[in-house]
């Protein structure tokens, strides 16, 4: 079993849809990471977190530490949101896991 | 620079060849990961350098691969005698420091193995 799981695996979605990522992790870490991977490109990273909330523009991170949960949140999603997302997970030896990728499709 | 540059953003290669990526790290950060990504998979870790402790080479494949960084700052990925399954695109990322810091990512270096 992968110490980093995402699910949905793909995600398709209207413009406009509500979107949620969802990110669970099976060891201890110190914190976690949201990536996103547009087709052909680079990744950048959307958030870091070890605690709570964070909010930038339409996107929504949040944590849950006792649960091992996180979700990443598209509000009014738009056809250039479509990417790769990715969970990471900083261990606490410093090492870090990554999860397979959520495919995200949003159709005008 | 202002961001991890890594270079050849695209290597051809012959089966039994070898090759070098290269990734050159903000400066100051002194945590550098390499990564794989074979098409349509997820990230896969291959080494991981810390200032100046030695590095964790859990992720590394095989012998055939070896990394090594430079007065704690350019690292070089070299793959010897290389194999159909090396292809790949190889992603460098740096950060200030070790866990809890942004990660910062190159464009990747695209290894095609003929």
């Known amino acids: 079993k992968n110490e980093v799981e995402q699910s949905p695996q793909n995600l398709t979605a209207q413009e406009g849809e509500f979107i949620t990522i969802n990110c669970s992790y099976s060891?201890?870490?110190?914190?976690l990471h949201w990536l996103q991977q547009h087709p052909g490109g680079g990744i950048v990273s959307l958030f870091m977190l070890s605690s709570g909330k964070k909010k930038h523009g339409r996107l929504i991170a949040t944590i849950n530490i006792q649960e091992k949960h996180s979700s990443l949140h598209i509000t009014a999603s738009h056809p250039r949101d479509s990417a790769v997302y990715i969970c990471?997970?900083?261990?606490?030896?410093?090492?870090?896991?990554f999860g397979a990728g959520t495919r995200l499709t949003v159709k005008p | 620079g202002a961001g991890v540059s890594q270079s050849p953003s695209n290597k051809v290669t012959e089966k039994g060849k070898d090759v070098e990526l290269r990734c050159d790290p903000i400066s100051g950060h002194t945590a550098l990961y390499w990564y794989r990504q074979s098409l349509g998979q997820g990230l896969e870790f291959l080494i991981y350098?810390?200032?100046?402790?030695?590095?964790?080479k859990s992720g590394l494949p095989s012998d055939r691969f070896s990394a090594e960084r430079t007065g704690g700052s350019v690292s070089t990925l070299t793959i010897q005698r290389t194999q159909q399954e090396d292809s790949a695109v190889y992603l460098c990322?740096?950060?200030?420091?070790?866990?809890?810091?942004?990660?910062?990512f190159g464009e990747g270096s695209r290894l095609t193995v003929l």
């Open positions: 990471a997970v900083d261990l606490n030896n410093n090492d870090m896991r």
């Open positions: 060891v201890g870490i110190s914190a």
């Open positions: 990322a740096s950060r200030r420091q070790g866990a809890g810091g942004e990660l910062f």
């Open positions: 350098f810390q200032g100046n402790s030695a590095p964790d």
